[in-house]
């Protein structure tokens, strides 16, 4: 069989001279297919797991393509961010913020909803397909009129050009120390309880509007914005979108990179991507439950972290998470201050280190009913 892989090169505009980057974009499947998986690592370019399972994954998809097994488009980007692998400082990789601005690669990427809605709201039709061949032709024009000012914003409006015809766009990171966990709006729940189960996420997270605008909304929260928008016309949720956190960022390994790889592969395969058959569902290991639900476990002074709760265990409101020791208080009974939650649910990320200050965010719980006090920015503002 001819393979229909192709490896194309997106040069980003340098913003100094002799610096140009470039993002690869690898392309498996027919260009015509009627359906599009897109996939990406590394948006977050000091998060590591997500390149090893681009590794298996590829060599999966490679096997595919040469026995004709693929049956609709996939695109991957592997390296996602060349701009923030290549920011160093003091010996370590600086890949979550754009260093001459401090934007978050991850965040504020454009919401297009007001210019959609203009273009179509005369051509919308009583065909969802049509609607769904309409919105994206549309979506895709707005992209292209965006001016970028800079690298950071160049990357951004490539990746979701890419990503804005998928019907799947899966945006692989990684927390500090984790359990594997999902993003993704509210919506697309239970639709996307497949990969949920095929994953094996611990936690599974939803908002419609979680506040930060990142990329994995910026894909799927316009289908369903546009549907409230013109509620006579049938809208479809034209893109299951979702972040993949694969762990903490240490936790790299052949083991975890290929299982997850094959994990993604047996979803594709699943959702009739690839030919073949995949092995049963596993079972979903834990239903979703609302990002607005997830406790912010914060400290109030200085000191060193010790956790008495791991990760991935349940604990009950009131339980101590952590000690803060501060060696020089005055007594002994000073000298430890506890931590508590305050819901019940289950500890999924912890900080890299084990400095405490005020006001610092050491954990986190996923709860399952919305906490009073958590505004309109759900995600971590950093
Ligand atoms: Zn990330």
Not at 21 to 31: D, L, Q
Request: charged share 25%; hydrophobic share 35%; with cysteine.
């Amino acid at each position: 069989m001819p393979m229909t892989k192709t490896i194309e090169e997106i040069t980003i505009p340098s913003s100094s001279l002799g610096n140009d980057r470039k993002i690869a974009v690898i392309r498996y499947g027919k260009p015509v297919s009627n359906k599009k998986v897109y996939i990406q690592a590394g948006l977050h370019a000091d998060e590591p797991p997500g390149f090893v399972v681009m590794h298996y994954l590829l060599k999966l998809l490679d096997q595919a393509d040469k026995a004709g097994k693929i049956n609709q488009q996939i695109v991957l980007v592997p390296v996602a961010n060349p701009i923030g692998l290549s920011q160093w400082e003091n010996n370590r990789i600086q890949g979550r913020f754009e260093q001459f601005n401090g934007v978050n690669f991850n965040r504020a990427y454009p919401d297009l909803t007001d210019k959609v809605a203009s273009k179509i709201k005369t051509k919308l039709q009583q065909s969802s397909k049509k609607n769904l061949e309409l919105i994206r032709r549309a979506q895709l024009a707005c992209l292209n009129k965006i001016d970028t000012a800079d690298e950071g914003d160049f990357l951004k409006k490539t990746l979701l050009t890419l990503a804005a015809d998928a019907d799947i766009c899966l945006d692989l990171h990684c927390d500090y120390e984790a359990c594997l966990h999902i993003y993704m709006g509210t919506p697309l729940w239970p639709d996307a309880s497949d990969l949920v189960a095929q994953m094996g996420s611990k936690v599974t997270l939803l908002a419609k509007k979680s506040g930060g605008d990142p990329f994995d909304e910026a894909c799927s929260k316009i289908w369903w914005e546009l549907a409230e928008r013109f509620p006579d016309y049938p809208i479809p949720n034209g893109c299951l979108s979702a972040t993949v956190e694969l762990r903490g960022g240490r936790d790299v390994s052949h083991e975890n990179g290929s299982k997850d790889a094959k994990n993604i592969y047996h979803f594709m395969v699943r959702r009739g991507y690839i030919k073949g058959k995949a092995p049963a569902l596993p079972r979903v290991p834990r239903a979703a439950t609302p990002l607005a639900a997830v406790e912010h476990v914060k400290t109030t002074t200085a000191g060193v972290v010790i956790f008495t709760k791991q990760i991935g265990e349940s604990v009950n409101k009131g339980d101590v998470i952590a000690e803060i020791i501060n060696p020089i208080a005055k007594s002994s009974s000073e000298r430890v201050k506890k931590v508590r939650c305050r819901t019940d649910g289950i500890l999924f990320t912890k900080i890299p280190d084990r400095y405490a200050k005020p006001n610092r965010l050491i954990a986190k719980i996923a709860g399952k009913k919305p906490l009073k006090d958590k505004g309109d920015h759900l995600l971590t503002a950093r």
